[in-house]
């Protein structure tokens, strides 16, 4: 749970304004899939379904834990009237201080969501519903099933490729006496190694 508040907290911080509770959840749900996508784990520890609204935290997860925050007065909510009538949430950094931010979270963590409020601070909360149903475990589930993460392809066929490279060139040295070690041999070895 401290990882969800924690994660919370940092985009408020870096949001440095206002926001919708939509657009919290949604920057979370963007913060674990990239973070998914580059290390094969969410920040958060949180599973995610297909909801009417794009992705959204199973139990609605990130908004029980900003209601806790509300609770502990580390955040504060407006709670108004929606353009259609309904109420509508909004959430700010609150009177009281902490640094769950800074210590439950390491510090590439903090990077993944400073760059995901970054890369949406411009958006408007339609433009980041819309960037959220474009990541793949959305596109990929249907209507109220739990996502799937995934690792990014592009990225994983480059490790693969540099795990392809590294064994091949491995092989080379061995066969050639050479071994995978540098500093093994020294120059003058070497060079008779290969008639130089």
């Not at 985009?11 to 440095?16: A, H, P, Q, R, S």
């Not at 931010?101 to 601070?121: A, F, G």
């Not at 996502?147 to 091949?168: G, N």
Request: hydrophobic fraction near 35%.
């Amino acid at each position: 749970m401290d990882k969800i508040k924690a994660a919370i907290l940092a985009i408020l911080e870096d949001e440095g304004r206002i926001i919708h509770r939509t657009r919290l959840v949604k920057l979370v749900y963007l913060a674990d899939n990239m973070h998914y996508e580059h290390f094969g784990e969410t920040i958060t520890g949180l599973k995610y379904m297909w909801d009417n609204h794009g992705p959204n935290a199973i139990s609605n997860a990130i908004v029980k834990e900003a209601d806790n925050l509300v609770n502990d007065d580390f955040i504060c909510m407006q709670v108004g009237t929606s353009m259609y009538g309904g109420e509508n949430f909004r959430y700010t950094k609150g009177t009281k201080s902490t640094d769950i931010s800074k210590t439950k979270l390491s510090s590439m963590e903090r990077q993944v969501l400073s760059d995901i409020v970054n890369q949406n601070k411009n958006k408007n909360l339609s433009e980041i519903v819309s960037v959220s149903k474009k990541t793949t475990p959305f596109k990929e589930a249907s209507q109220y099933e739990v996502l799937k993460m995934s690792r990014l392809s592009k990225y994983q066929e480059l490790i693969q490729s540099v795990r392809a490279d590294t064994e091949f060139m491995n092989g080379v040295r061995e066969g050639m006496g050479v071994g995978p070690k540098r500093g093994d041999k020294s120059l003058e070895e070497v060079k008779l190694l290969y008639g130089l």
